[in-house]
């Protein structure tokens, strides 16, 4: 139990995560979950609106109402978390729900995504009990240096878009292994799931980490990561598809689905035990990129790393983290933190504001 936790193990936090196809709560009484619910989402019932913020009372009932059916008093509860879904880039940390971003949210000029009602949600609930709304860590957090913002081309600036809720988490969880404050720390995080993200953690900020929504770095069990630039601008003047074609092959087609037609790696693994070269193949391809990636990321911080993190859905995979490990091993320690953690980096946001260790941020 962290020292925050510990010093608040008696607080209610209540934890939104809004997903594509699902509605994730989850209730926690310190770091002890009191409960956890989630809610699959058909594509017919969703497809009865036409924009992501119509679905707001929807999923606030279906919240609600599973609130209700545990019997629990919402009147206790200390403050609510939503996921951070996609606004103007910000820093890292816990915000304060206002109304600007609520506003930001309902326009949706950065793009429409499920992630979106998470503080919208958030703040409805807080006010009917009078309790703090927050996100932490979203989407959009960018702490880049300026330099790896430059591509190659001003019209391409590269952008932080990346798995910070639970990159975050990790990297303080792996400073508080080795000994050291997450602030003056230098770690690599991998974060494994439908998305790979790698980011470099220097003196508390992501100075340098891939868009892992929209096509960099290496490819993942449903996109397509980095591709040759050329090759690519060819494809999409051929004729031969139009632009939903080509961003699905990028993002939700690509990866191990364009390769092998399934992106559950358990699934792949299965294949290769079966003696299939080509998914043996396809295997090692995408550990080597992501290898390669935390090369690169060990020269943004000279190689000077305290340790290299390996975390997200894939990192239950053994077999992964092993050969991911004889690669980037010599670079520095290989720590494995499975899983995506997001409902408990949500908590952990708001707590760490709760006890005084950090101020809410403005948006």
Known sequence: MSAVIKENKDLQI?????????????LFKGDTEL??????????????????????????????SAIEKEGINIKEIAAVVGRGGLLKPMSGGTYAICQKMIDDLHLAERGEHASNLGALIAKAISVTIDCPAYIVDPVVVDEMNDIARYSGNPLLPRKSIFHALNQKRTARIVAAKIGKPYESSNIIVAHMGGGISVGVHADGKVVDVNNALDGEGPFTPERSGTVPVGQLVDLCFSA??????IKKMIKGNGGLTAYLGTNDLREVVRMMDSGNHEAENV???????????????????????????????????????????????????????PGENEMESLRDGALRVLSGVDKAKEY
């Not at 031969?240 to 074609?245: D, N, V, W």
């Not at 990129?289 to 911080?301: C, D, F, L, N, R």
């Not at 390996?310 to 010599?330: D, P």
């Open 240 to 245: 031969e598809y139009e632009k939903g074609s």
């Open 14 to 26: 209540l934890t939104i995560n809004p997903g594509s196809t699902s509605t994730k709560v989850t």
């Open 283 to 337: 295997f090692q391809a995408m550990v080597y990129q992501v290898a390669k990636s935390i090369g690169e990321m060990a020269t943004v911080v000279c190689g000077k790393l305290d340790a290299i993190a390996l975390t997200g859905g894939m990192a239950y995979s053994e077999r992964l983290t092993q050969e991911i490990t004889k690669r980037v091993g010599f670079i520095a320690e290989v720590i494995i933190i």
């Open 35 to 64: 409960f956890s619910s989630s809610v699959e989402h058909s594509s017919a019932e969703l497809a009865k609106f036409e924009k992501i913020s119509d679905q707001f009372e929807y999923r606030k009932s279906i919240i609600l």
